[in-house]
């Protein structure tokens, strides 16, 4: 942390002047330099966060790694898989007694202060560095540019998670947009500031599942508590995913991924995935799913298949449940996720079967069929998305009150 | 064009130059301008922060260092089991007392004169905040010897008609009920969103005070330094208490039914009258209300009140009345101030009482306690 400043987050002043001197820097005829002022301003906000035992831990924790990428930069013949394993393990365990999960309980003893932000998205930044070194090749890494990509100022909090090839053809392409460019960026930072910084908040208070426990208590508070916090997190996380892009765009970077395509009109649970958190689903299916079936299915007899890929399914949901949070609320959501990822699949297999493939998909495309399971995709995905703010006894308690 | 975008730029970080300066070398106390000494509380909504060692500046006034012991209480007791068995001092911030020391505050100071105390006290607290809180150290079980609470004018008059909740059901029930439902929330947030920006010159100085260092040391901090005080006093660049008119006005009208202020203070009076009663089924305590007044009150020849209708005092000597009607014991500390040989009862820009008021106002609550309360030392 730095004397008497704030802490440097999306809306804070420092965050504005880190974010307009690098635009300025990259309209400039000094752009060569932008690199290293991506990394300052990046190292500026971290060190307005941590506290010095913080900034020890976080370099135990990001310097290791940076060892490994070094090593297997660019060898593909001879890449070690077992040394990338090792690796990998060392850090996703590292990470785990860092973000003290309340449900691994040999950690207890490690009772230390520290709390570093943007954790989670360091980890996934280093896992794809180290899982992909050896086919990186053609990009150029050094320290100082590991360093960048791990911490970058405009993704350090929450992403969007983006690849160190589109990370390097970003800065590459470093300069003063063009004029439509301009607007829509200018124009996406202001409405990201706007939903995420001041119509969010409205919905923040409304949430609080306490209000369905007045006596007079009715049908209407309880529609508001149900939907105000769904609405909250995306015009939140949206809103800060617009400024953090609209930032990029700003400096010419073009290649931050998108996070978000109107996540609440997705037809089932998988579709929602698709289409929220686009670059954490994106991330997951290539290191966790995608890995873990192939793993699954190469080891398992073929008769076997279906359930060896559901069972990929719920680890690969419980892993998303555990990323979100810390406490056991957050594996229960991941489960209630990839039951329901499954539901969806069984139910489509079980239309293909009697409908025949042509059949299902004339069926799944009556706007009446789509519209009913957008509505029905939309609730289930608000009913569990209560377990991110409140405790499961408070959810049950509130839900006793309100139906007595 | 771009010339002018070009100095547009370079002022815009001269600025910001120029802040930085501010916050690390000419007035990195800044902080201490507008620290928070409270926090959201699971069951109190708002509360001190436990464990807090917070410097507290308003340059010209005081420079303290603010300390609470692990369940948010005034002071650097730690035994809290020995600390709750004395008498509960409540209230706001003139209890609280965040502008003196630890050791100088009124609670403190009565035990130097033998009497166990522990104060409860919060910024912004008002009777059902304190109510709620007496219920919470009650579900802790912790068993006073008497509680008594400050009530400052104006603020800690206000309307408690709907506050009844704190007192009735469940202490769940009661800290869950927000006093407003979900609909009311989403509104009012609503509405607030309306108000999001600055709209005028006092909420732009609001949010300068609280993020510049550099507004701050021109505001405040550069009064450290004696002769620019003074002179800006003398020229009258800084005005005084006495050109603040701090209060409500409607407090000062005549309080008929027509006068919104007539309702603050009838409902404080029968609230008070609950929580006494709640105070004397939970524990068979005593239980007692020590009003403090407002600037206005200590120093009325200095209030150049323009409407002759208006009476500082009409608020003082309407509640104390309304808590008498109730059976609520009250003290009223103007007449045992007014009546101290003490320069100036409260800080040259700032109507919180100071360390010597605290050390008389020890004084006459421990006579208060002895003789209206029958507690001894």
């Not at chain 1, 209000?211 to 508070?221: E, G, K, M, N, Q």
């Not at chain 1, 008769?303 to 419980?318: Q, R």
């Not at chain 1, 990839?338 to 998909?361: E, S």
């Not at chain 2, 505050?105 to 409860?120: C, D, F, K, S």
Request: net charge neutral; proline share 5%; glycine share 6%.
């Amino acid at each position: 942390m730095i004397a008497n400043f704030s802490d440097i987050s999306v809306p804070s002043l420092g965050f504005f002047v880190l974010g307009l001197a690098l635009v300025l820097l990259a309209w400039s005829r000094y752009r060569e330099n932008f690199a290293p002022a991506l990394l300052a301003a990046s190292l500026i906000m971290v060190a307005s966060w941590l506290s010095p035992m913080d900034a020890v831990v976080l370099a135990g924790f990001i310097f290791p790694p940076y060892l490994a990428v070094h090593v297997l930069w660019g060898r593909q013949e001879k890449a070690p898989s077992v040394f990338i394993g090792v690796v990998v393990v060392w850090e996703v365990l590292l990470f785990i007694v860092l973000r003290r999960y309340e449900w691994v309980g040999w950690i207890d003893w490690l009772d230390h202060p520290v709390s570093i932000i943007g954790l989670s998205y360091m980890l996934f930044r280093i896992i794809h560095l180290v899982v992909e070194a050896p086919s990186l090749g053609a990009y150029r890494i050094s320290l100082a540019a590991y360093l960048s990509y791990v911490l970058a100022f405009w993704t350090l909090i929450s992403g969007p998670i983006q690849r160190y090839d589109d990370f390097a053809r970003g800065l590459s392409s470093v300069g003063r947009p063009e004029p439509d460019e301009l607007l829509s960026s200018s124009h996406r930072m202001v409405n990201g500031l706007i939903k995420a910084f001041l119509i969010a908040p409205v919905f923040l208070k409304a949430s609080d599942i306490g209000l369905v426990t007045r006596d007079d208590a009715d049908v209407i508070d309880f529609a508001i508590v149900f939907y105000a916090y769904p609405i909250y997190l995306y015009l939140n996380f949206s809103g800060y995913t617009d400024v953090v892009i609209a930032l990029t765009r700003l400096c010419g970077v073009n290649t931050l991924p998108e996070n978000f395509n109107r996540p609440y009109l997705a037809r089932n649970i998988q579709d929602f995935w698709k289409r929220w958190h686009m670059s954490f689903g994106v991330w997951i299916t290539s290191y966790i799913f995608t890995p873990l079936t192939k793993w699954l299915l190469t080891r398992g007899d073929i008769k076997h298949h279906g359930p060896l890929t559901a069972l990929s399914v719920m680890v690969t949901f419980l892993i998303v449940g555990a990323w979100h949070g810390a406490t056991t609320n957050f594996l229960v959501f991941g489960l209630l996720h990839g039951a329901a990822v499954m539901a969806a699949a069984l139910y489509g297999l079980g239309l293909k079967k009697a409908l025949g493939k042509t059949g299902r998909n004339a069926f799944e495309a009556k706007p009446w069929v789509r519209g009913l399971a957008v509505v029905l995709c939309f609730h289930y995905v608000c009913a569990t998305l209560a377990l991110i703010p409140n405790q499961i006894s408070d959810i049950v308690g509130a839900l006793g009150k309100f139906l007595a | 064009m771009a010339r002018l975008f070009q100095v547009f730029v370079a002022l815009l970080f001269a600025v910001f130059a120029v802040e930085a300066c501010f916050r690390l070398i000419i007035f990195p106390e800044y902080k201490a301008l507008q620290e928070d000494t409270f926090q959201r509380h699971p069951v109190l909504g708002h509360f001190n922060r436990p464990n807090l060692e917070l410097r507290r500046l308003k340059p010209g006034n005081y420079d303290t260092v603010v300390h609470t012991n692990a369940m948010g209480l005034r002071g650097t007791e730690t035994d809290l089991k020995k600390e709750l068995s004395g008498i509960w001092i409540g209230g706001d911030s003139n209890t609280f007392a965040a502008g003196v020391e630890d050791t100088e505050t009124y609670v403190h100071r009565l035990r130097e004169v033998g009497y166990q105390t522990a104060n409860i006290a919060s910024e912004g607290h008002n009777l059902s905040s304190q109510a709620l809180l007496l219920r919470y150290l009650a579900a802790e079980g912790y068993t006073p010897r008497a509680v008594v609470i400050g009530v400052s004018l104006y603020q800690g008059a206000v309307d408690l008609t709907e506050a009844q909740y704190t007192l009735a059901g469940s202490l769940d029930a009661a800290t869950k009920n927000t006093g407003s439902d979900a609909k009311s929330t989403l509104l009012s947030g609503l509405r607030r969103f309306g108000q999001a920006l600055p709209t005028s010159l006092r909420d732009v100085r609001a949010v300068l005070i609280t993020n510049s260092a550099t507004y701050g040391w021109l505001r405040l901090g550069m009064l450290n330094v004696p002769a620019i005080y003074n002179w800006m006093k003398e020229s009258g660049l800084r005005s005084d208490l006495n050109d603040v008119v701090s209060t409500d006005l409607d407090f000062l009208r005549p309080l008929d039914e027509a006068n919104p202020a007539t309702v603050r203070i009838s409902s404080t009076a029968d609230f008070a009258k609950q929580l006494g009663n709640w105070v004397k089924m939970t524990w068979d305590v005593p239980f007692g209300i020590i009003l403090f007044p407002a600037y206005h009150q200590m120093y009325p020849e200095r209030f150049r009140l323009k409407d002759s209708s208006l009476d500082p005092m009409r608020p003082l000597t309407a509640l104390t009345a309304a808590l008498k009607r109730n059976g609520v014991a009250v003290l009223d500390l103007l007449p045992a101030l007014k009546a101290s040989q003490i320069g100036s009862l409260v800080f040259p820009d700032d109507a919180h009482l100071n360390a010597s008021s605290h050390d008389h106002v020890a004084k006459v609550v421990a006579h208060w306690l002895e003789t209206e309360l029958s507690i001894m030392p």
